[in-house]
């Protein structure tokens, strides 16, 4: 069984903190990975998107990929709190099927 | 009308009753897929349509029908559902439905079902 797993949370960081969430995978055939951020009541929505092993930052955000050890992770810098939402991981398995993780919620207090 | 629009937004039935979920994408994609999200779970994907033709059924009881006339529009048809059934349903879009990058979804506001 295909899997990806989250930590559920919720995870509480301080506002201005850094919040990392961590997403392990157990497909070694994954090829690219996505953080999908729901709000409550809404629909997830694509921040970022890794497909090679390091780092990629898109402002506030960065992922990072170590296909060695099967983990994906987003560090969210100077955390506000309209970042309070529940953070999904999906990762491609061999067959490029999404599989997704069930999510962690995360609570920036002010 | 921009991304990917579904309705109704909420809905309530009957286990006997018959309904439908309507999804409209407007993004050009050629790719449309329908998710059930429950409470801690991760999302099921039910079905994909690549270029209105169904190319995924995973283990999806018939009581769920989905119906794709065209690339843009996607339905799910319910009927004699169970209460375990009450979930978030999903409908989403996506260039293609395979390789790479084309995993990237848009999704839509979703519609909140309960069954009775």
């Known amino acids: 069984q295909k899997e990806v797993e989250q930590n559920s949370g919720p995870l509480s960081v301080p506002e201005g903190a850094i919040a990392s969430l961590n997403c392990t995978y157990s497909d070694r055939g994954s090829q690219s990975f996505f953080w999908y951020r729901q709000y409550s009541g809404k629909s997830p929505e694509l921040i970022m998107s890794i497909y090679s092993n390091g780092d990629k930052e898109d402002g506030r955000f960065t992922a990072q990929l170590n296909k060695a050890s099967q983990y994906v992770s987003l560090l969210i810098r100077d955390s506000q709190p309209s970042d309070s939402a529940t953070y999904l991981c999906a990762v491609t398995d061999s067959n490029y099927q999404l599989i997704w993780g069930a999510g962690t919620k995360l609570i920036i207090k002010p | 009308e921009t991304g990917v629009t579904q309705t109704p937004r909420h809905l309530v039935m009957g286990m006997t009753n018959k309904k439908s979920l309507k999804c409209e994408q407007h993004?050009?994609?050629?790719?449309m897929y329908w998710y059930k999200q429950s409470a801690k779970k991760p999302l099921e994907l039910m079905f994909v349509?690549?270029?209105?033709?169904?190319?995924e059924n995973n283990s999806v009881p018939s009581r769920f029908s989905p119906e794709c006339p065209n690339s843009s529009h996607l339905f799910l048809h319910l009927h004699t559902l169970q209460p375990e059934d009450s979930a978030l349903y999903l409908c989403a879009s996506s260039q293609t439905g395979t390789t790479g990058g084309a995993n990237v979804l848009t999704f839509g506001a979703g519609s909140r079902l309960t069954v009775l």
């Open positions: 349509y690549n270029f209105k033709e169904q190319t």
């Open positions: 993004l050009g994609h050629n790719a």
